[in-house]
């Protein structure tokens, strides 16, 4: 009986599993799909009046560029650095404009690379009235050497109209070949490299012949050969030995770092002192350091100074000649011993007189 009773149990407890299970869907009445009404609503757009209508599609139209412009779609704009922003300097836009722009501006490799073409051009040039040799320099962009150089002028006051000069299209002089010449031997001399030596006169060989004709460029004439081709030369004022330069030195009295604004030459008191150029007497007088002194006024800018004279010869105003007599030397103002102090200015700095002097 009780194995009956448990056996019911079993058979009705497992019973379920061979019955199908049904599931009941309750939806709220609210729920319920509703049957359409009269009017269609189907379109977002059908209640707006066609102003308004065109109004919005605007108004999205510009969202949707100013979206645009917060958000640039050109794969650069990842790559821009972050910048400074001046207070009165470039806006952002035009920052960024010119970072973008550099990535199509850049040159090629080859056009940075490439070198430009070494080749001498001359034109002719005839000289007209008013015209001066450093006036045509600067027409042309050269610098003065370059014209009287190619042109071998030995005095540029005798510049006559009519002329016809050589004008080249760079700055450098004309050089024949003498016997026992060497490339590097020019190089040297007037400082050009043996590359452009090669390239501007298109030479194949180091090999020299004499009178070949090369194109120095760069070069330039000395200080001393152009200057007495533009007629700035002096004369030594005085006979005498030079006892101190143009230049930075210790002072004999103080021993201090100055610079000594001339020459120094030494010689017996009451030697002869001449103008070193023609010229007018600007001023005499005397000075504690440099003593009894003159000055002597060229024109074109230049002045000479005589100092620690014995003896004056000429007066405030006179007109001088090139090496005419204007004193004696000898010991006055702040010296060691008799000796004669000469100095040249160029518009009103002191220069180094031996660049000048014959």
Same mark, same amino acid.
């Given at each position: 009986?009780?194995?009956?009773?448990?056996?019911?149990?079993?058979?009705?407890?497992?019973?379920?599993?061979?019955?199908?299970? &049904?599931?009941?869907?309750?939806?709220?009445?609210?729920?319920?799909?509703?049957?359409?009404?009269?009017?269609?609503?189907?379109?977002?757009?059908?209640? *707006?009046?066609?102003?308004?209508?065109?109004?919005?599609?605007?108004?999205?139209?510009?969202?949707?560029?100013?979206?645009?412009?917060? =958000?640039?779609?050109?794969?650069?704009?990842?790559?821009?650095?972050?910048?400074? =922003?001046?207070?009165?300097?470039?806006?952002?836009?035009?920052?960024?404009?010119?970072?973008?722009?550099?990535?199509? @501006?850049?040159?090629?490799?080859?056009?940075?690379?490439?070198?430009?073409?070494?080749?001498?051009?001359? %034109?002719?040039?005839?000289?007209?009235?008013?015209?001066?040799?450093?006036?045509?320099?600067?027409?042309?962009?050269?610098?003065?050497?370059?014209?009287?150089?190619?042109?071998?002028?030995?005095?540029?006051?005798?510049?006559?109209?009519? @002329?016809? *000069?050589?004008?080249?299209?760079?700055?450098?002089?004309?050089?024949?070949?003498?016997?026992?010449?060497?490339? !590097?031997?020019?190089?040297?001399?007037?400082?050009?490299?043996?590359?452009?030596?090669?390239?501007?006169?298109?030479?194949? @060989? !180091?090999?020299?012949?004499?009178?070949?004709?090369?194109?120095?460029?760069?070069?330039?004439?000395?200080?001393?050969?152009?200057?007495?081709?533009?007629?700035?030369?002096?004369?030594?004022?005085?006979?005498?030995?030079?006892?101190?330069?143009?230049?930075?030195?210790?002072?004999? =009295?103080?021993?201090?770092?100055?610079?000594?604004?001339?020459?120094?030459?030494?010689?017996?008191?009451?030697?002869?002192?001449?103008?070193?150029?023609?010229?007018?007497?600007?001023?005499?007088?005397?000075?504690?350091?440099?003593?009894?002194?003159? %000055?002597?006024?060229?024109?074109?800018? =230049?002045?000479?100074?005589?100092?620690?004279?014995?003896?004056?010869?000429?007066?405030?105003?006179?007109?001088?000649?090139?090496?005419?007599?204007?004193?004696?030397?000898?010991?006055?103002?702040?010296? @060691?011993?008799?000796?004669?102090?000469? &100095?040249?200015?160029?518009?009103?700095?002191?220069?180094?007189?031996?660049?000048?002097?014959?």
């Amino acid at each position: 009986m009780l194995v009956s009773s448990l056996h019911q149990r079993v058979e009705k407890r497992n019973s379920h599993k061979s019955r199908p299970v &049904s599931f009941k869907l309750i939806v709220h009445p609210k729920l319920m799909p509703q049957k359409p009404r009269n009017k269609d609503h189907s379109s977002l757009f059908h209640k *707006l009046p066609q102003k308004r209508l065109i109004a919005l599609i605007i108004s999205l139209t510009l969202v949707a560029v100013l979206v645009s412009l917060c =958000f640039p779609i050109f794969p650069q704009n990842r790559e821009l650095k972050e910048f400074d =922003f001046p207070e009165q300097d470039k806006t952002m836009v035009s920052l960024l404009q010119d970072e973008l722009s550099s990535y199509y @501006t850049q040159p090629e490799p080859e056009q940075i690379m490439s070198p430009p073409l070494k080749n001498l051009k001359t %034109i002719v040039y005839k000289v007209k009235k008013g015209d001066s040799l450093s006036g045509i320099a600067q027409k042309y962009k050269l610098n003065i050497g370059t014209i009287i150089g190619f042109n071998n002028i030995r005095n540029a006051r005798s510049l006559v109209i009519g @002329t016809t *000069l050589t004008i080249p299209n760079y700055n450098g002089l004309l050089y024949t070949v003498k016997q026992g010449d060497s490339l !590097s031997m020019i190089s040297n001399k007037y400082d050009v490299s043996l590359n452009n030596l090669l390239d501007w006169n298109h030479l194949d @060989t !180091s090999v020299l012949t004499k009178g070949q004709q090369l194109f120095l460029p760069g070069a330039t004439l000395s200080a001393k050969e152009l200057n007495g081709i533009l007629g700035h030369l002096f004369i030594s004022p005085t006979r005498g030995r030079l006892t101190s330069g143009f230049g930075w030195r210790n002072s004999p =009295f103080t021993g201090r770092r100055e610079l000594h604004r001339g020459i120094d030459l030494a010689n017996v008191p009451g030697t002869s002192v001449f103008a070193s150029r023609a010229g007018k007497v600007s001023k005499i007088g005397y000075d504690h350091i440099y003593g009894n002194f003159i %000055i002597i006024s060229h024109g074109d800018g =230049f002045h000479t100074l005589y100092g620690h004279l014995k003896r004056i010869l000429v007066s405030k105003g006179k007109i001088v000649a090139q090496g005419q007599r204007i004193g004696f030397m000898g010991a006055t103002g702040l010296v @060691t011993g008799p000796h004669l102090h000469f &100095s040249i200015f160029k518009n009103g700095k002191a220069i180094n007189p031996l660049i000048y002097l014959k």
